[in-house]
């Protein structure tokens, strides 16, 4: 069973920085893709930033230009750098490891939820 171990998360002002690491532990068949979902309260989940296997790197509206992705494949670890923080950034932040294709196996997994909070 894949595991994910988040760390980084907590409390910060306005304009400050946080870092926020995932480490996966066991195995996904074939290619994956590893990276950062939050949801606000009240609010859908969404994509902060995600990169797969190969390197592709994918950012959400909110990320780009701000927060930066980085990953280690050959030992499934996924960063977020994330500077210029706002407090519209308040959320719980999810770390996610997904098999590339769903078919003809489908994986998907989440992190615990790291609370990052931003205050003015």
């Known amino acids: 069973q894949v595991q994910l171990a988040e760390s980084g998360g907590g409390w910060v002002q306005t304009g400050g920085s946080l870092r926020l690491s995932c480490v996966a532990s066991g195995s996904i068949l074939g290619s994956d893709v590893m990276g950062w979902y939050r949801q606000a309260s009240g609010k859908q989940r969404e994509l902060v930033a995600e990169v797969t296997s190969g390197g592709t790197i994918s950012y959400g509206d909110s990320a780009e230009g701000r927060f930066t992705i980085s990953r280690d494949a050959r030992r499934h670890t996924v960063d977020l750098q994330m500077d210029g923080l706002q407090p519209e950034d308040t959320a719980v932040y999810y770390c996610?490891?997904?098999?590339?294709?769903?078919?003809?196996?489908?994986?998907?997994?989440w992190g615990q939820g790291t609370q990052v909070t931003v205050s003015s």
């Open positions: 996610n490891r997904r098999r590339s294709r769903s078919y003809p196996l489908r994986q998907n997994y």
